[in-house]
């Protein structure tokens, strides 16, 4: 099993930046494909970014592509999600996961891991 810790979030004026990590527990971090989602009040949970177990290859929600970046630091058991050029409609709660099963994780898998979210708040 793996727990995770999400941080970074907070109230940032469009145009704005902030980097959200996410620390997991246990020694077997690099095992783990990892990603971030986001829920918007009212809406479904929905794929942003994802970055494979060993640190080479990443995905993007197309409305982030530019704008987001994902990285992990392994030695340090910490996912990372960049964001740069905030606007209004990336206001949501932001989750990690992680999941042992799947090369990338780009979609729930029924049976991974979730943090407990981070708001994140774009004002126009």
């Known amino acids: 099993q793996v727990q995770l810790v999400e941080s970074g979030g907070g109230l940032v004026q469009a145009g704005g930046s902030l980097r959200l990590s996410c620390v997991a527990s246990g020694r077997t971090f690099r095992s783990y494909a990892m990603a971030w989602f986001r829920q918007a009040p009212g809406k479904e949970r929905e794929f942003v970014a994802a970055?494979?177990?060993?640190?080479?290859?990443?995905q993007y929600t197309d409305s982030v592509k530019g704008r987001f970046t994902i990285s992990r630091d392994n030695a340090k058991n910490t996912l990372y999600l960049q964001m740069n050029s905030l606007k209004p409609e990336d206001t949501a709660v932001y989750y990690c996961?992680?999941?042992?099963?799947?090369?990338?994780?780009?979609?729930?898998?029924?049976?991974?891991?979730w943090g407990q979210g981070t708001q994140v708040t774009v004002s126009s």
């Open positions: 996961a992680a999941s042992g099963t799947v090369v990338i994780l780009t979609r729930p898998t029924g049976d991974n891991y």
């Open positions: 970055i494979n177990r060993m640190r080479g290859t990443t």
